[in-house]
């Protein structure tokens, strides 16, 4: 099966170079704040209640999860799965978070998913879109597994950003901020607009409920001479604004999958974690534990368990 090209953080020290020394406390801090403001309330309703408790908290999964900067934030969930399809970046995240049944941890193919329809509770994916070169097609997967009536926190780079804007007013930059096709600015780097965002959720059955706007200080100078908290307070303020209009670089928005079904008992009643994964070459589940793989009983391919980490991106060779 083929599949759009992947940006691969490999071997990485992304989390090092870029958020620890990188000079990124500002950016991390906005995010913080506004995941807190998105994310649906702790726990209360134990999951046995019913459907009626979909947001009651108990399986996120985290897409584009790398080493776990953001997985500590999701306080309210029973269980989060980490998913990345670097395995250098998720055992960082394993180093930082430790073993336990709480986090899982899987190497994949956001195009390709490998878990059961309507498993998860909710979804985010933060600072991952703007590396799909396929954008519907990645949460076209999300909206599979997201049970009905669940939450899913999207964030991705804007296109109509203020400073795109006025390059593009000066004639500094040739690709217009106002039209809604994407824009690759490096390698598998995208820029959305949001409107096209917005289509994309709404034609896959996906109903906004919030948008904030972030980093809207996100600029070198002010970054060196303004006080991070200040710059943090300012920007928290700002991100309201997103309501009416998207000028920012980074836009995060709350949205939630369309309730078809509300009798039907969504799949994740299930605890065993076996019971969350299918083939994601064929889409049969479930799959047979194997103690060191996993392997599919319907195209028996095999799919590699190591260190904790669950394995799909590529079967393991005969």
């Known amino acids: 099966m083929t599949t759009p090209p992947i940006c691969d953080y490999e071997g990485s020290d992304y989390q090092t170079s870029f958020w620890d020394k990188g000079g990124r406390e500002y950016e991390d801090r ?5 995941l807190k403001r998105l994310l649906p309330p702790p726990a209360l309703v134990p999951r046995t209640a019913g459907h009626g408790a979909r947001e009651s908290g108990h399986l996120l999964l985290e897409l584009g999860a790398g080493a776990g900067r953001n997985t500590p934030r999701y306080t309210g969930f029973e269980r989060i799965v980490l998913l990345d399809y670097s395995r250098t970046q998720l055992e960082q995240a394993q180093k930082r978070l430790g073993k336990s049944d709480k986090y899982i941890y899987v190497a994949a ?3 390709r998913l490998p878990f059961i329809d309507e498993l998860f509770d909710a979804a985010t994916m933060i600072r991952t879109l703007h590396h799909m070169a396929d954008a519907p097609k990645a ?3 999300v909206k599979n597994v997201l049970g009905a009536g669940g939450v899913f926190i999207l964030e991705f ?5 203020l400073k795109a804007i006025l390059r593009y007013l000066l004639g500094r930059q040739t690709w217009s901020p106002f039209t809604l096709e994407s824009i690759e600015f490096a390698k598998l780097n995208f820029d959305f607009h949001p409107k096209a965002v917005r289509n994309w959720l709404k034609a896959l059955d996906f109903t906004i409920e919030k948008t904030l706007t972030l980093s809207h200080f996100r600029v070198g ?3 060196r001479i303004v006080p991070t908290g200040i710059l943090v307070f300012l920007d928290s303020l700002f991100q309201w604004t997103g309501e009416w209009w998207q000028f920012s670089p980074s836009v995060f928005v709350r949205a939630k999958k369309v309730e078809r079904d509300a009798s039907r008992i969504p799949p994740n009643e299930q605890g065993n974690i076996l ?5 994601p070459d064929c889409g049969h589940a479930p799959l047979t534990d194997k103690t060191n793989y ?25």
């Open 30 to 34: 906005t995010e913080a704040i506004a």
């Open 109 to 111: 193919d956001v195009y």
């Open 139 to 141: 949460l076209e997967q």
């Open 157 to 161: 780079a804007n296109k109509l950003n």
């Open 221 to 223: 100078l002010l970054k």
């Open 275 to 279: 019971s969350y994964f299918k083939c």
């Open 294 to 318: 996993l392997e599919c009983s319907n195209c028996m391919k095999k799919w590699q368990l190591k260190d904790g980490i669950y394995d799909f991106r590529a079967p393991i060779e005969k």
